[in-house]
């Protein structure tokens, strides 16, 4: 039985919901990383870390390629890229519009306290 369209996005934003791993995701859109190299990026535990980078790995996020005793990780693709950029889009938007409401409401307080 499939599993419909929705639910699927819902599942795809439950894994995206840990900072941890949006973070590394960030960090991956520059290029591939080594663990340890994470480490020194994120405020996390290597048990923590790895988990994650699990999680991501399963769900075809990330890649993973060993390179002598050293696991390298990289996004598995420009569409990670692209859901991360369109996130900042909307976020940029959101804000924009919290401080047009902000700096109405400030003019609005000046123009009261003036009259």
Do not use: C, W
């Not at 894994?15 to 340890?36: A, F, K, Y």
């Not at 994470?38 to 923590?48: F, H, K, S, V």
């Not at 598995?76 to 900042?88: I, Q, S, T």
Request: no cysteine; charged share 25%; net charge neutral.
């Amino acid at each position: 039985m499939s599993v419909p369209l929705y639910q699927a996005k819902a599942e795809l934003f439950r894994l995206l919901g840990h900072p941890v791993r949006i973070r590394v995701l960030e960090l991956l859109q520059d290029g591939p990383m080594s663990v340890r190299e994470l480490l020194a990026e994120i405020d996390a535990e290597p048990t923590g870390l790895s988990q994650h980078l699990a999680v991501l790995r399963r769900s075809g996020m990330v890649s993973a390629q060993r390179e002598g005793s050293t696991v390298v990780y990289a996004l598995a693709g420009g569409r990670v890229a692209a859901l991360l950029r369109a996130a900042r889009e909307l976020l940029t938007e959101k804000l924009a519009g919290q401080n047009e409401l902000l700096s109405e409401l400030l003019a609005d307080t000046g123009r009261r306290e003036a009259s």
